[in-house]
Each structure stands twice: as C-alpha cells, then as structure tokens.
C-alpha cells in the first residue's frame, strides 16, 4: 500500500497530499511486554504503545521507504514541544511523533479520472454505475437502477471487487464458492468547531483510545473528520452510524483533547463504511489482517 500511495502523490497531485500525522504517546514503555505476550499468542487484546515501541516503529518505517522518500521522515517531540503545537492536547502526554502519510481530498473524482482515463487508453471499455449484476438464463445479466434497462454479457472472466459485498455477489452471480469476507462498519463524524479544527495544527492525529482501539481526527475541508469504529457486520447494506458509535467517537475525542467541548449541533454529517475484511473469528475486530488477497473460483461450465 506504500508503493501505491507514493504512486498516487506523483500522479495525483491535484487530489493527494502529504498529510503530516502526529501520535500522542503517553507512556515509555508500553507496548512490549504486549507485543511479547501476543507474539506467544496468550492474548489478542491490543495494548497502548509506548514511545520506545513507537520510535522504533517510525524509524524502521523510514528505513525501509528510504530508496524512494516522497514524504519526509519522522520528527520527535518532547511533552514540552508537544503543547506548545497543540495546547489543547491531554496534559498527561509524555511525547508525540510525527510522520507523513497522504490523503485524498475527492476520492469520487480520482475514481472518475481513473475510469477515464482507462476509457481513453481502451475506447471499447465500459464503466457503468448505478449498475447491478446478476445471473439469467444464460448470462449474467447488468442491470441499471437509474433507467431500469438490462443487459446480457457473458463474460470469460469476473473480477468481483465489491468488497464487503463480495459475498453476496458471488451468490448472486451463482459463483460455488465459500464465504470470504466478514467485514466491519467504521463509523466517522464530520464536526463544524473551530476550536477543534484549529487545535490540530494542519496535522491528522492518530491515537489510541483508552480502549486500546485506534482513533483519528484530521482537518476536512474546513471541518474535522472524527472516527471510527470497528464493529462487525453481517450485512453491509444495513450499516448505518448509530448513537452509540456517536457516543464512542465522542468519548475518544474528550480523551484526546479534554478541554474541547463538541455541542450535538456541531456534528454536521455522519457516515459509515464497511471495511471489506477477510472472514475471522478474531475476538477482537482491530486485530483482523488488513492485508489484500485475490481468490481464484473456476466457473461451471
Ligand atoms: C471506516 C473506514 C476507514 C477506512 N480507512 C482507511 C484509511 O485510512 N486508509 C486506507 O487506505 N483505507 C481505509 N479504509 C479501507 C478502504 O476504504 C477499503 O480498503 C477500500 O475502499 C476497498 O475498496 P474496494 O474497491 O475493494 O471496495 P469498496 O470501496 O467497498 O467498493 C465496492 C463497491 O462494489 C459495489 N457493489 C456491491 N455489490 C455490487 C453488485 N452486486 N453489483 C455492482 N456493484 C456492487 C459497492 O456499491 C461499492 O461501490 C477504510 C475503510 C473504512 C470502512
């Protein structure tokens, strides 16, 4: 996913940025007897990382990206030079550090370009949204929900990317295969507070909740943009951002930033995704592989 995002800064410029990330750490030496005792695999159960395990994490991260740096490297703040970027931080901090990923402003439009872009090189491609495929007599049959007109292809070779929908389609394409995904909702709060958006410094905060589960908030488009949860679902067209999650971001926010008050009429849009995840009987969602995989399911006939 480096490669790709590094491919994505030099491409696209005009919809990814460099986008400096800063983790709040608490402690020193959290996180090794952790990584220790999951290693024997005694416990699934994350833990708080410390500024050792982080410092560590960052510098092998710039090792390994150093033959083709796009980003710069990592930076290390005492808790001193800490509040003095971000005041409103929790005072409990010990040190922060800082690293670069990227973001994407308009995901929807570096879509668009990419299918464009991919219709110029090969005039006789097709993109079609709004559309949804299914099996007929014969054929897969595509079907478009904003005319409601359909069409037959038989194609040699389906690529289903329909991520935490793959199961579902392979069904409804009659595909004989077994069940591979088990994906989990993340829910995110767009939040209108100046204090908030300010307080951030330009920078995306990347932190742990008490729960041990990773939280962001970074500025958007003149608002900040709050998440997320990790919570399975069995279907991902009944996802929805329920009060809860809204109670659980909020809480992770109060621990990050303490002195901020976040009003109910400040939260101006809610959404949710499902992360579309390999099938796991993991007890806990955050540790279920993020990594991508391609099966392979020959056809019947
Ligand atoms: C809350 C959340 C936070 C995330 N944060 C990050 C992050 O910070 N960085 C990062 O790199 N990744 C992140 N991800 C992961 C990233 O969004 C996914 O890995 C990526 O979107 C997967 O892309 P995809 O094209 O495989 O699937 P999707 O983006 O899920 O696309 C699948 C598409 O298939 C369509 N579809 C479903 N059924 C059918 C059908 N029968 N016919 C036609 N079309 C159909 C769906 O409508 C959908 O548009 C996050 C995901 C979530 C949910």
Partial sequence: SLLERDRLLKNAPHYVAPLPTTVPIFDLFSGMANGAVRFLGLSRRPGRRGALVIKTGLAMYDFFT?????????????RAETLKVWPAINPAIRNSATYYDAWVSHPERLGTEMLRDTMKEKPSARALNYARVSLGDAS???????????????????????????????SAIGAVAPKLMGGTKGSHLIVDNRELHDALDGHMIY????????????????????????????????????????????????????????????IV???????????????????IPRDHFCELIEGAG
């Fill in 140 to 170: 897969l049959v595509l079907y478009d929900r904003l005319s409601g007109e359909t069409v037959a292809v038989k194609p040699r070779l389906v690529v289903n990317a329909t991520g935490g929908w793959i199961d579902l389609t392979n």
């Fill in 66 to 78: 150093a033959a083709r740096r796009v980003v710069p490297t990592h930076k290390f703040r005492s």
């Fill in 207 to 266: 932190y742990e909740n008490e729960d041990g589960r990773i939280c962001i908030l970074f500025p958007y488009l003149g608002k900040v943009l709050v998440g997320s949860t990790d919570i399975r679902v069995d279907d991902p067209d009944q996802a929805r951002c329920e009060d809860d999650e809204r109670q659980y971001i909020r809480q992770s926010l109060s621990f990050v930033f303490p002195e901020i008050e976040i009003a109910d009429t400040d």
């Fill in 269 to 287: 849009f809610q959404f949710t995704g499902v992360r579309p995840l390999p099938i796991s009987q993991d007890s806990f969602t955050g540790r």
